[in-house]
């Protein structure tokens, strides 16, 4: 039961350009999402947060929207860098305890920005 | 600032040998800590979360354990590994009501 997918297991946007991640849900229990970004052999980075009471979070180059309506959430990446080529994870948040949340993850997008 | 340090970062172990990961946070007291297991083409899946010393959840049933003798440990454990446990594991920690989790730099492990 996969409650958190990514379609589309890889992406290539051109340098400058607007990088376009998309990610859909089936639990509208969920009420934090969040975007990762991983480069090979290392931890997932945290990049960017969403909390299900807005629709929208912007942090630099990096912008989240979310459509609740839509189960769907997207990541744009304005404008879009080499250094910004890696796998992209997608997390929604649930409560375990207060103060303990379960992430569940896409399987990933991989990015690859072309100079 | 906290850190989060994993070893070894490479793993390659004969199945039915017995397998410790440790993982260690700085800089901060009392952190929720979790194991996750990234299989090969598959996202993150937890394994273990823990609010603190003795406490272990297990979200997935397996031959894993995991236990956190200290505040800032959390170590995952096998007695016996099996081909099926090969993967990319990652602990993460966050702080109190905080909702973001940051994750270590994970460890590959390779069971032939």
């Known amino acids: 039961d996969q409650q958190v997918k990514q379609n589309s297991p890889s992406l290539s946007v051109q340098e400058g350009r607007i990088s376009i991640l998309n990610c859909d849900y089936t639990n509208s229990m969920f009420d934090y999402f969040l975007w990762y970004k991983k480069y090979p052999a290392e931890g997932p980075t945290f990049l960017i947060s969403i909390s299900s009471i807005k629709d929208k979070n912007e942090d630099g180059r990096f912008t989240v929207f979310l459509n609740k309506s839509a189960k769907h959430l997207s990541l744009h990446i304005v404008p879009s860098q080499p250094g910004d080529s890696a796998v992209y994870f997608c997390a929604a948040s649930k409560h375990l305890h207060p103060g303990t949340y379960k992430y569940i993850f896409g399987t990933g997008t991989r990015l690859k920005v072309l100079a | 600032s906290q850190t989060i340090h994993q070893w070894p970062a490479t793993l390659v172990q004969p199945v039915g040998s017995p397998l410790s990961l440790e993982c260690t946070v700085e800089?901060?007291?009392?952190?929720?800590l979790y194991w996750y297991r990234q299989a090969a083409g598959r996202g993150l899946q937890l394994l273990f979360y823990s609010v603190g010393i003795g406490q272990i959840s297990s979200e997935v049933p397996q031959n894993l354990s995991a236990s956190r003798p200290q505040d800032r440990q959390f170590i995952l454990s096998s007695k016996k590994l099996l081909l099926s446990d090969s993967g990319f594991y990652l602990c993460?920690?966050?702080?109190?009501?905080?909702?973001?989790?940051?994750f270590g730099p994970g460890t590959r492990l390779t069971v032939l």
């Open positions: 800089g901060t007291s009392n952190p929720n």
């Open positions: 993460a920690w966050n702080a109190g009501m905080e909702d973001t989790q940051y």
